[in-house]
């Protein structure tokens, strides 16, 4: 399917489809899948300049927590925050709310329940975000 969508050029649906893949993975608990499929959807909207990028960004927080990475994971979830505020989008879709809920709990026993004040203090942008958590 994938790669059906990617020879036709359906960018946008591609994009969807590989959202919905890189959650569904992480969900799964399949880190090493889900991050080919993180580095596919990044190069994905760095070359197309998608605005819908933010709809990756709690998994790639997800991603960051199950690999222990906690303050970096704090920082995406804070973008992912800011970013769906940004584009008007707070409501999710039930598998975003699930990987939310999970970072929010991971996070808060990982850090404390205070650490959102701590990673406002650098933001960062969608790209950026998902690049430190694909470390790319």
Request: hydrophobic content about 45%; some cysteine; proline content about 2%.
């Amino acid at each position: 399917l994938i790669s059906s969508l990617r020879h036709i050029g359906r960018r946008e649906t591609l994009f969807e489809v590989l959202v919905l893949a890189l959650s569904a993975l992480l969900i799964a608990g399949e880190l090493d899948e889900a991050r080919a499929m993180g580095a596919e959807l990044h190069e994905l909207a760095r070359k197309s300049e998608m605005d819908k990028l933010y709809l990756a960004l709690d998994a790639m927080a997800l991603l960051s927590c199950r690999e222990g990475r906690y303050t970096e994971a704090a920082r995406i979830a804070r973008c992912a925050e800011d970013a769906r505020g940004a584009h008007g989008q707070v409501r999710r879709r039930p598998a975003e709310e699930h990987m939310r809920t999970a970072v929010r709990s991971i996070l808060d026993e990982r850090l404390g329940p205070r650490w959102e004040s701590g990673a406002s203090a650098e933001p960062l942008e969608e790209l950026s975000a998902c690049s430190l958590a694909l470390r790319i």
